[in-house]
């Protein structure tokens, strides 16, 4: 087991809840094939846009543009939503909210799939 659980902050999450500056990263990837990444993301209450940074198998890719749209909902699992990438190879995501401040996606179509984690930037 890696990391250490965090509880949820005891609010009704929905999309306004996802909104303003975040860096995300990669964490806990399962083999040496994944992808993994860092950036900085700007999310509006719907969609997100940002520049990250790629490490792939192939070799690195900096700068690379990012979009998204997502939903987020407090019913019935507050918090859970899901994100469309819709930038480099797309794919959807499920986004698990920890705090307004704080947030996870994992990939629904990756067979090997990395932890990216999304802090507010202050």
Same mark, same amino acid.
């Given at each position: 087991?890696?990391g250490?659980?965090?509880?949820?902050?005891?609010?009704?999450?929905?999309?306004?809840?996802?909104?303003?500056?975040?860096?995300?990263?990669?964490?806990?990837?399962?083999?040496?094939?994944? +992808? !993994?990444? &860092? @950036?900085?993301?700007?999310?509006?209450?719907?969609? *997100?846009?940002?520049?990250?940074?790629?490490? =792939?198998? #192939?070799?690195?890719?900096?700068?690379?543009?990012?979009?998204?749209?997502?939903?987020?909902?407090?019913?019935?699992?507050?918090?859970?939503?899901?994100? +469309? !990438?819709? &930038? @480099?190879?797309?794919?959807?995501?499920?986004?698990? *909210?920890?705090?307004?401040?704080?947030?996870? =996606?994992? #990939?629904q179509?990756?067979?090997?799939?990395?932890?990216?984690?999304?802090?507010?930037?202050?």
């Amino acid at each position: 087991m890696f990391g250490i659980g965090e509880p949820q902050t005891a609010v009704s999450f929905d999309n306004t809840s996802l909104k303003g500056a975040y860096a995300g990263l990669a964490t806990n990837p399962v083999g040496y094939e994944v +992808t !993994v990444f &860092s @950036g900085e993301f700007a999310a509006n209450g719907g969609s *997100m846009t940002g520049t990250e940074d790629i490490g =792939a198998p #192939s070799g690195p890719n900096p700068g690379v543009a990012f979009n998204a749209t997502y939903s987020i909902s407090p019913s019935p699992t507050n918090g859970r939503g899901m994100m +469309t !990438v819709t &930038s @480099g190879t797309g794919g959807n995501m499920v986004i698990y *909210m920890i705090s307004p401040a704080k947030f996870v =996606a994992i #990939s629904q179509s990756d067979p090997k799939p990395a932890i990216l984690m999304f802090e507010a930037k202050n």
